[in-house]
């Protein structure tokens, strides 16, 4: 019998941001394999494939929730796998185990870590103590922190792409339809920059239709910042702005890329080298690109020419972009197609799947 796979991910609340994409293109390479999906209290969203939903966690106390499942789970059949993972998390671990860590029996996604020497310190602490516990990672540099610190199972593992419904194919008769901002609302991913852009489009009367993703992160938290770039953006008055600040449907959300040009002045101390669900999709439905310098976005869009890096997110240097994007969007456009069949391929959701249940 297949032992089961535990999938623990509290800050899924709904079917948005990156906690439902990651997991929906996991479930879906999983074929009949049992899994369960520990996640926030009255979610209601579907998996692909053998999978049950436990509505468990709530936030003001899913830190003592997380320590009661892990030490439940650890006594339990079947592999854990926590899929946004922290410091927190390994910490929580082995304070839950009675005893070191099987191997194989505990796997950690670190999307991404801000190193520090206090940090490093703890990890080493960590490792010695539990040294069985496997990390994967997007990226060679997380890989990088964790093996120094010695956990020797730190292996490196795309993140995994969004799967298309049919291989993307080129589209002759698609124009450019909108500028589009995507994902959750967050200070990191430059909102505040976006409607300084929307501001400048309404005060230089320009025709340009722009669609802003504003529903909030993880628990409909929101911090003063974003709150502050949204009743901006209220007050500007753009006509051609839309918003969407409800959840959107897998399709739906999707159909946004679709003659899009996308948005991403995400910030580089965050983002130097952490990975965007949202390129993998806008890159996948075929929708070039504006980023900023110095972001792991930057390095995807340069290397397949699918858009324009930016050296600054200034609305005049961003609109200068757009422009020259729409004015050549066939030839953009198709970049994107190949970035997303090539993405496709790179970040296949099976080569994630295969490391945590082989």
């Avoid at 939903?53 to 079947?78: D, E, M, N, S, V």
């Avoid at 430059?190 to 400048?200: I, T």
Wanted: charged letters at 20%; a positive charge; hydrophobic letters at 45%.
């Amino acid at each position: 019998m297949t032992a089961p796979l535990h999938i623990i991910e509290p800050t899924l609340v709904d079917a948005t941001g990156h906690c439902f994409s990651f997991l929906n293109s996991l479930c879906r390479v999983s074929g009949e394999y049992p899994i369960t999906v520990w996640c926030a209290h009255g979610v209601a969203v579907p998996f692909p494939g053998n999978v049950t939903l436990k509505r468990f966690f709530h936030r003001r106390i899913r830190r003592l929730q997380a320590w009661w499942l892990y030490r439940t789970l650890l006594l339990q059949p079947g592999r854990l796998f926590i899929s946004t993972a922290g410091r927190s998390d390994l910490f929580l671990l082995d304070f839950a185990s009675r005893n070191a860590i099987i191997p194989g029996k505990v796997f950690l996604y670190v999307h991404w870590f801000r190193a520090s020497p206090a940090k490093e310190r703890q990890l080493a602490r960590l490792a010695a103590r539990q040294p069985e516990i496997t990390i994967l990672a997007p990226t060679e540099s997380v890989c990088a922190v964790f093996r120094a610190a010695g956990f020797r199972h730190t292996q490196h593992v795309p993140y995994p792409i969004s799967p298309t419904a049919e291989a993307p194919t080129l589209d002759d008769t698609q124009t450019f339809r909108h500028v589009l901002f995507a994902g959750a609302a967050r200070h990191d991913k430059g909102l505040a920059e976006v409607v300084s852009f929307v501001d400048l489009l309404s005060k230089s009367n320009r025709n340009v239709p722009i669609s802003l993703q504003t529903s909030a992160q993880h628990y409909n938290k929101m911090d003063e910042s974003t709150a502050a770039s949204l009743l901006r953006l209220e007050a500007i008055g753009y006509p051609l702005l839309t918003r969407y600040s409800d959840t959107l449907g897998h399709a739906d959300y999707s159909a946004l890329f679709r003659g899009a040009i996308c948005l991403q002045l995400y910030s580089r101390s965050d983002f130097a080298d952490r990975i965007s669900g949202v390129t993998l999709d806008a890159l996948s439905n075929g929708s070039p690109i504006v980023t900023l310098s110095g972001t792991w976005m930057a390095r995807i869009v340069n290397e397949f020419e699918a858009g324009l890096v930016v050296e600054e997110p200034a609305p005049d240097v961003v609109l200068d972009a757009v422009l020259k994007l729409i004015a050549n969007y066939q030839h953009y456009h198709r970049r994107a197609l190949q970035a997303g069949r090539d993405l496709q391929r790179r970040n296949n959701a099976n080569l994630l799947f295969q490391a945590i249940t082989t």
